[in-house]
Nanobody, 128 residues
Framework: QVQLVESGGGLVQTGGSLRLSCAAS????????MGWFRQAPGKEREFVAA????????VYAESVKGRFTISRDNVKNTVYLYMNGLKPEDTAIYYC?????????????????????WGKGTQVTVSS
């Protein structure tokens, strides 16, 4: 089993920045893909960004490219989401997730159904 705990959410003004953290514990392996998803009120959960523990492969949703950066600390078993230039439409609960399947090198999946473990989420609110 893998446990994921998010932190770092909060209230920020438009144009501001936040850093989200996801601490992973339990049986984590270097081939896991770690992702961030978000869910706004009344909307479906959507992909934000993902990275693999084992290599530098990263993928971003078009809506956050150039503003968000995903990174990981393999020693601390922690994945980060640096969010800059925040907009009101970024307001959502942000979830960390882990894909435990063995994927070809450089391949990152972005569908919600591909992820096996989920954290409970952290709220991000961007005021206009």
């Amino acid at each position: 089993q893998v446990q994921l705990v998010e932190s770092g959410g909060g209230l920020v003004q438009t144009g501001g920045s936040l850093r989200l953290s996801c601490a992973a514990s339990g049986r984590t392996y270097s081939y896991y893909t770690m992702g961030w998803f978000r869910q706004a009120p009344g909307k479906e959960r959507e992909f934000v960004a993902a990275t693999r523990w084992s290599d530098t492969s990263t993928v971003y949703a078009e809506s956050v490219k150039g503003r968000f950066t995903i990174s990981r600390d393999n020693v601390k078993n922690t994945v980060y989401l640096y969010m800059n230039g925040l907009k009101p439409e970024d307001t959502a609960i942000y979830y960390c997730a882990a894909d435990r399947s063995v994927r070809p090198v450089g391949v990152v999946f972005t569908s919600r159904g591909d992820y096996d473990y989920w954290g409970k989420g952290t709220q991000v609110t961007v005021s206009s």
